[in-house]
């Protein structure tokens, strides 16, 4: 029984994470944060190293996670 539980939440959990992600993908390239520290990169010439890339992405989600359970924008 957990098995068929198990398969049928990752079948719907990949259903739905994976057009989401593609999507994320897509519109990352619109972002104007993102299009900011791509130009500031592209500008200087430099790459960017994948340490680099986790640590911005380790950075964005902390401060997501950290206003989400501080409430921050609730009390504006």
């Known amino acids: ?42 500008a200087a010439g430099k790459n960017m190293i994948p340490f680099e890339a986790l640590i911005l992405g380790v950075g964005q989600t902390f401060c997501v996670v950290v206003v989400s359970f501080l409430r921050i924008l609730a009390t504006l």
């Open 1 to 42: 029984m957990w098995y068929g539980v198990f398969l049928w939440a990752l079948v719907s959990s990949l259903a739905f994470h994976a057009p989401a992600a593609l999507l994320a993908l897509v519109t990352l390239r619109r972002h104007k944060y993102g299009a900011a520290i791509a130009g500031v990169y592209r």
